[in-house]
C-alpha cells in the first residue's frame, strides 16, 4: 500500500545466475577437466579451485549488498512519509445476505473525532484519490493523480509548500475550488512562469492555483511531485463519479495521525482502536479497521527481503561447499602429480610438518586469492545489478569479512586431507613414482 519493494522476477534472476555459474563450474571440475591431458593440468587446477570460491565471495557479497539496499529503501520510503506516523485503514466489508456492499470502515468523520478526543495527537491528514485529464491554456495532460485531502497535509507528511500556500479547513468545509500544484506538474504546466492565481480545468471543474510543492520526489512508486493537490470535500463532490457516490459517501481508505512522540505511540493506538471501536459499533477483537505504526510496515517489508537473502545464502553456501569439494579433489590430483617432487624434499630433510604446512599453506592462498577476486566481482556485480534493475544496492563491510574468513576456512578445511596424504607419503615409494 505504502512502498513498492523489488520485483521477484529480479530475485530470481539473481538465484538463477548463481546456480547456473555454479553448476558451470561444478560441470568443468567433474565432467571436463579429468578428460584433459596432464600438462594442461597446472593452469586448470588453479581455475577450478578458484571457481567456486570466486562464485561465494560474489555471490554473498552480491546478495548482501542488494538485500542492505532493499532494506535501506524501505526504511528511506516509510520515513519520507512523516515522523512519529500511525496508520489507520479501512477494512471493507464485501457485503453478505441483508448487508450493502462496502458497508463499515473509516468515515471522513473518524478524522475529526481523533482529533478532539485523542490526546498527543500533532496532526490527522485523511486523502482521497481521483484520475482526471486537466487542460491549463493549449496544454492537456491526461491521467492526473488527484489528491483530495486535509490542512494538515503539509506538515504530518513533511512536505514544503515553494509558492503561495495551502488551504484551511474553512475553505475544505466550503468546498472551495482551489488547488496546490506539484514541482513538476506546475513546471509541466506553465514552465516558468508563476503559476499563483491561475485557473485550470480539471475534469471540467475550474480550479483556482494557491501554490506549488517544493520537490518531493519518488516515494515508493508514488511521485509526489507530479500530483494535483484538492481540499477532500471537493474530490468528494466533484470527482467521485455519480454511480459510485451511494457507496463510496464520504468514506476513505487511510487517515495518516502524526503522535506528538514516539513514547507515546502505543497509548494513542489503543485510544484510536477504542474511539473507533465505539463510533462504528463493532468489537475490539473484529474492527472495521486496522492500526498500524511506520516500523511494523518496516518490519513487514523486511521480512520479504530476509526470505529471499536466506534462500540466496543456501544458494551462495552450496557454492562454497562444491568448491571445497573441487579444492580437496583437485589438490589430490595435484599430490598424485608431484609424488616425486614430494619424495626429493623428503629426501633433503623435510619433515612431514613441513610437507603438511607446504599443501595447506597452498590451498589457503588459492582460496584467498579466489575470495579476492570474488570480492572485486561481488563490488562490480552490485553495481551493475544496480543499473540494470533500477534497485539501490549497499556494500556492505561486513560481506568481505565474510568472504575473506570463508575462503579461508575453506581452504583449511578442505585442505587438510590432501596435505595430511600428501606428508604420510613413504619417501622411497615417493621417489620410485614416475
Known amino acids: 500500500m505504502f512502498l513498492k519493494l523489488p520485483k521477484k522476477s529480479l530475485w530470481t534472476a539473481l538465484v538463477v545466475f548463481i546456480i547456473a555459474v555454479s553448476g558451470g563450474f561444478a560441470y568443468y571440475k567433474s565432467v571436463y577437466l579429468p578428460a584433459q591431458v596432464p600438462d594442461e593440468l597446472q593452469i586448470k587446477t588453479v581455475t577450478a579451485r578458484q571457481g567456486d570460491i570466486v562464485i561465494f565471495a560474489s555471490g554473498s557479497g552480491t546478495l548482501i549488498a542488494v538485500s542492505s539496499g532493499t532494506e535501506a529503501t524501505i526504511k528511506e520510503q516509510i ?4 515522523s512519529n506516523l500511525v496508520f489507520v485503514t479501512s477494512n471493507f466489508n464485501r457485503g453478505g445476505p441483508g448487508q450493502r456492499a462496502s458497508s463499515g470502515g473509516l468515515v ?13 495527537v500533532v496532526g490527522v491528514v485523511v486523502e482521497q484519490g481521483s484520475i482526471e485529464t486537466i487542460k491549463a491554456g493549449n496544454i492537456t495532460l491526461t491521467e492526473v493523480s488527484i489528491l483530495g485531502t486535509t490542512p494538515d497535509f503539509p506538515s504530518v507528511r513533511d512536505m514544503d509548500i515553494e509558492k503561495g500556500r495551502y488551504f484551511n479547513q474553512t475553505e475544505v468545509d466550503r468546498k472551495q475550488k482551489l488547488t496546490i500544484l506539484g514541482h513538476d506538474l506546475a513546471h509541466e504546466l506553465f514552465g516558468e512562469s508563476d503559476p499563483i492565481g ?5 475534469g471540467g471543474t475550474k480550479l483556482t492555483i494557491i501554490g506549488v510543492f517544493a520537490e518531493k520526489g519518488l516515494v515508493g512508486d508514488v511521485d509526489y511531485d507530479i500530483r494535483l493537490y484538492t481540499p477532500i470535500t471537493v474530490v468528494f463532490q466533484k470527482f467521485t463519479p455519480s454511480q459510485f457516490k451511494g457507496i463510496i459517501g464520504d468514506r476513505v481508505r487511510v487517515i495518516y495521525v502524526e503522535v506528538e512522540s514516539q513514547e507515546s505511540i502505543e497509548d494513542t493506538i489503543l485510544q484510536i482502536e477504542l474511539l473507533l471501536a465505539r463510533r462504528h459499533d463493532v468489537p475490539l477483537n473484529e474492527p472495521d479497521f486496522s492500526v498500524t505504526t511506520q516500523q511494523e510496515i518496516i518490519n513487514t517489508q ?19 561447499i562444491v568448491g571445497g569439494i573441487g579444492i580437496m579433489n583437485i589438490m589430490l590430483v595435484s599430490v598424485t602429480e608431484r609424488t616425486r617432487e614430494i619424495g626429493i624434499r623428503q629426501s633433503v630433510g623435510a619433515t612431514p610438518n613441513d610437507i603438511r604446512w607446504q599443501f595447506l ?10 575470495g579476492m ?4 566481482a561481488g563490488a562490480a556485480g552490485s553495481w551493475v545489478f544496480g543499473v540494470i534493475s533500477r534497485m539501490r544496492t549497499v556494500l556492505v563491510p561486513g560481506s568481505i569479512l565474510l568472504a575473506f574468513t570463508s575462503s579461508a576456512a575453506v581452504g583449511i578445511f578442505f585442505g587438510f586431507y590432501p596435505a595430511n596424504k600428501a606428508a604420510q607419503m613413504d619417501p622411497i615409494e615417493s621417489l620410485r613414482h614416475e
Open 79 to 82: 520515513t519520507s512519509l512523516g
Open 108 to 120: 471522513y468523520d473518524d478524522a475529526f473525532a481523533i482529533t478532539d478526543d485523542i490526546k498527543g
Open 198 to 202: 491561475q485557473t485550470i480545468n480539471v
Open 302 to 320: 523486511e521480512s520479504t527481503t530476509a526470505a529471499f537473502r536466506s534462500l540466496l545464502a543456501w544458494v551462495a553456501g552450496v557454492s562454497l
Open 361 to 370: 599453506t597452498e590451498a589457503v592462498l588459492l582460496s584467498l586469492v579466489g
Open 373 to 376: 577476486i570474488g570480492v572485486i
